[in-house]
């Protein structure tokens, strides 16, 4: 099948099941509504600017939008509600729900129940019918937005949210009429959208997301081919795929996606190259692929595809690259502007090369642009030639972020040859490894950090408890021999607590080398310099 030709599509799916040998080429598919903005009369809220503004408000009715604003209320990944504009010259901007504030966020206190406000903010808020609040409501690692009820102490949140709500949550108020006043922000009631814009500007087109299902679902398939494809405005993945035997996607771009663009689940010989995914609200792409177990690799690379302003909506747990599995490979792609973790890697095998990482972990503490956590049994990843730049943003890192972080007992992982430029925020080095073991890091360049790499020791008390916990989980490699040949330092995974092997690293006009440097780590002929 080759087509030429633009395909919109609210409804149904385009399903392939127990199908071999399709290829798609040349097809935009689009999933959003479109409204031109030029010829609708403005709102009565332009009350809010001062006369000769060249600022207006303009109402473009979109029935029933309003319930498509609670995103995000309770992972497992929803759908997601996005709105851009398109003109001659900028075919696409983002656009951005009102919020108070309009940086950073409102450190709050609750009793377990109502978040407290009073005075002015209490007022303001009570007098909106339409908002929403995003926050960080027990840790700053795991966000959620939801409707709200406000009441006379406070307000409550209507839905549940990962691990409740904490004494002292961090969050911010979105779709707040009273603050909608800047260029390129909307609101949303019942049925309509409200977006400021410039008098003076040309003709343009209010687009937003509609479709509510897939473009495309594909199981129990072999040799699936996708190439110079456009999937556009969808609240929706793109496409889901499970139990695939060859499937490439090559030249094509995921954009205004409000879900994770592509899922795939269970595949093989798949090859993603020379792709984009750009303004996507929650994941890029997620994948489960390989036998960790019996070490066979899947055959699966992404190579030479760029991600841009993933986990725009659900900030956390939303990386560009979510993989799980044995031996996915990921090679010269760039990920820029992520709010948390680039990439979220679970499993053994793992190869990530080539790379570069700009501007990540803005928003979320104690995460890591690549972040693996939980499990020692992981095995054998290797990071190695990328070049990471700019982490954090400067704000909320009471705990820490880092370039590479190795949570809680991650071991055995290789990371060299790499280099690191200002990727050291609050407590965490570069990389950052927390209680785990025979991790190497060598030949690495580390430039402008204020550690290099940073330890957190657990010793063996959590190496018992994480071993009764997981028990089963642990016997299953352990008397694995096939594994244990492939991964031989797992036989000491409960003697040789926070021993780590650290050589030929070159540290330039960095604050401190090490951070926190106790337990056993082994150090070799570090290299310090003052200039590059």
């Known amino acids: 099948i080759i087509l030429q030709q633009e395909v919109k599509l609210y409804e149904e799916p ?247 663009a592509l899922i795939m689940n269970n595949v093989k010989n798949v090859e993603i190259s020379e792709c984009l995914f750009r303004n996507i609200g929650f994941c890029g792409i997620r994948v489960w692929a390989g036998d960790r177990k019996n070490l066979k690799a899947p055959n699966v690379i992404i190579k030479r595809t760029h991600f841009v302003n993933t986990g725009y909506l659900a900030k956390t747990y939303t990386p560009s690259i979510f993989m799980d599995g044995y031996g996915i490979v990921v090679s010269k792609c760039k990920f820029k502007n992520t709010p948390s973790s680039a990439m979220r890697i679970e499993g053994s095998g793992h190869v990530v090369e080539h790379c570069i990482f700009e501007n990540n972990v803005l928003e979320s503490d104690d995460q890591g642009t690549i972040d693996m956590w939980g499990d020692p049994t992981y095995r054998g990843c290797v990071f190695r030639y990328n070049t990471f730049k700019n982490i954090g943003d400067g704000t909320n890192q009471e705990c820490g972020r880092a370039a590479i972080r190795f949570d809680d007992m991650i071991s055995g992982m290789y990371v060299y040859g790499n280099i690191f430029i200002n990727t050291s925020r609050g407590n965490f080095g570069a990389v950052q490894i927390h209680g785990g ?55 000491r995974v409960n003697k040789d607590y926070d021993v780590n092997f650290l050589f030929g690293n070159t540290y330039i006009n960095c604050k401190k080398i090490y951070n926190n440097k106790k337990a056993f780590n082994i150090f070799f002929q570090p290299k310090i310099s003052k200039k590059y």
Request: net charge negative.
């Open 14 to 260: 385009f399903v392939l099941e127990n199908i071999n040998n399709v290829t798609f080429s040349f097809v935009r598919f689009l999933g959003y509504e479109e409204k031109p903005i030029a010829s609708q009369s403005s709102a009565s809220l332009d009350s809010q600017f001062k006369k000769n503004d060249h600022r207006k408000i303009v109402k473009i009715d979109a029935p029933g939008v309003e319930a498509l604003l609670p995103y995000n209320c309770s992972p497992p990944h929803a759908n997601g509600f996005l709105a851009w504009k398109k003109s001659e010259t900028q075919p696409y901007k983002m656009l951005k729900l009102a919020s108070f504030p309009q940086s950073g966020f409102i450190d709050g206190t609750s009793d377990g129940t109502t978040i407290n406000l009073s005075g002015e903010l209490a007022e303001k808020i009570s007098a909106e019918k339409f908002v929403l609040a995003h926050g960080y409501w027990r840790y700053f690692w795991a966000d959620a937005a939801t409707a709200i009820q406000p009441d006379e102490n406070g307000f409550t949140l209507k839905y549940d949210i990962p691990y409740g709500l904490g004494e002292k949550p961090r969050y911010k108020f979105l779709n707040v009429f009273s603050e909608l006043d800047k260029l390129d922000e909307y609101c949303a009631d019942t049925n309509s959208l409200y977006v400021v814009m410039d008098n003076n500007s040309e003709e343009q087109t209010l687009c937003y997301t509609k479709k509510t299902t897939p473009f495309f679902i594909i199981k129990n398939c072999k040799n699936i081919s996708f190439s110079n494809l456009r999937f556009q405005g969808s609240m929706a993945p793109a496409i889901q795929v499970e139990n695939v035997d060859g499937l490439e996607i090559k030249s094509s771009e995921f954009n205004f996606i409000g879900s994770s």
């Open 437 to 491: 073991s025979h991790n190497l890091i060598f030949n690495n360049k580390f430039i402008n950090c204020n550690y290099g790499v940073s330890f957190t020791p657990r010793g063996d008390e959590i190496f018992k408890q994480k071993e009764k916990e997981l028990e089963n989980h642990y016997r299953d490699y352990l008397t694995n021999d096939l594994y244990l040949k492939a991964y031989p330092s797992l036989t």
